[in-house]
């Protein structure tokens, strides 16, 4: 956060969920090149998240996943107007930094990519680029909120194209919450301990009921139906990784989920843009899986 | 009064409904056709403009809403509403339409990436000291006759209009709804 000369501040919190902020009610999807994030922005996406590999891929070919390649993400930065995030390594302050230079919009300190750091993810008050981070439960969104994230996301099962994990994290945030929201004065501390969460943010949930920015869902979205379904649990707006270039009209895919995630409680909408959509991605049964990539991060 | 639509496709909807809500004032959320039935004004939230001008198409609304507002429906964009209202845009999409309220050619994110969006106070005529949210922001580089400044911010390279109204339609760059601030809807209601 800094002054400039126009006594205004820059990269201050407000700004930085500020944008989470502009960001809700749509739809942010992977995109690998720059084609990719053109039709990303045809379709409406609010923002493209640019990475090498979608997580299918980073799945399927094993090995270790790192940010992207710089000159990826600035063909992408050139081609769309809308915003433009990319991925670091868990702790890898050096890769958000990396990020922070070229002028990315949001940092995702992602699960998806392999983690840099077993115990400490990176301290994310030290940027002026806002960061999402990825939660699987109250307690784990409010250790990264503590640490700057100014935008969660349930975390979900990345590369499967399966919902199950994405609604199993969402209810279990709303539920805690709910927890948190009526519980008396006396209560919260202990909830706290429970949560492993810092105490001022447990007492904010339980004043408002809800987190101190906005909560996305990740993680296994697919179909317009489960954009649909997320978006009534209570997500803000939804990322769609490998579900939209991985399906087998891609271009109508993301249409029918933009409009989907617009419209989430109009059946008929949904209805109406899921008709002859063509096969949705393979996606695979999250019970077999080797590698559980929500399992990253604590 | 009748109710105030809120533009609700996309972006920072619950902002605006609770500002108007703040100041005894009824909000609709305006998704469908339907919805547009009765309000007596209409705010555009800040968001994205390219997804808004592709879902106000998709959903059957541009039309509609277009003979609404050349109809003399007061409105009022913040952010992606003042693209959405200006006559030009620069250095957006090639295809990118707009309503074309408001005679002013406007640059989209002519402050910058996020990287360098900031808070800042902005002085308006008639109100005094604003706090404003500059995320993403566009910026105004040309405003034709009939259009009346009643904000400018100097951040380097000149103050550029931030806040304008021609006729029934009032532009801001910046978000008002983000700080607390009432003063610019109060100001809005003053045309409904």
Known sequence: MTTSPDSSTVGSTLVKRGLADMLRGGVIMDVVNADQAKIAEDAGAVAVMALERVPADIRRDGGVARMSDPLLIQEIQATVTIPVMAKARIGHFAEAQVLESLGVDYVDESEVLTPADEEHHIDKWAFTVPFVCGATNLGEALRRIGEGACLIRSKGEAGTGNVVEAVRHLRTINAQMRRVHSADAAELAGLAKDLQAPLPLVREVAETGHLPVPMFCAGGISTPADASLVMQLGAEAVFVGSGIFKSADPVRMAEAIVEATTHFRDPSVVAKVSTGLGAAMRGSETATLEQRLAERGW | ?192
């Open chain 2, 1 to 192: 009064m009748a109710s105030v639509g809120v533009l609700a496709l996309q972006g920072d909807v619950r902002e605006h409904v609770a500002v108007l809500q703040r100041i005894g004032v009824a909000a609709v959320e305006v998704r469908g056709v339907a919805d547009l039935a009765g309000i007596s004004g209409l705010v555009i939230p800040g968001g994205e403009s390219t997804t808004m001008a592709r879902l106000l198409v998709t959903g059957g609304l541009r039309e509609p809403l277009t003979e609404l507002l050349d109809g003399g429906l007061p409105v009022l964009g913040t952010c992606a509403g003042l693209i959405m209202l200006a006559r030009r845009i620069l250095d957006g999409r090639s295809d990118q339409w707009s309503l074309g309220l408001l005679d002013v050619e406007v640059r989209r994110n002519g402050f910058g990436r996020q990287v360098a969006s900031f808070e800042t106070v902005v002085e308006v005529t008639g109100i005094g000291p604003v706090a404003g949210a500059f995320i993403r922001a566009p910026q105004i580089v040309t405003v034709a006759d009939g259009v009346t400044i009643l904000a400018t911010h100097d951040h380097g390279g000149g103050p550029t209009p931030v806040l304008v109204r021609q006729g029934h339609a009032l532009g801001c760059a910046f978000h008002p709804e983000l700080t607390g601030e009432t003063r610019i809807h109060e100001l809005f209601l003053s045309l409904v």
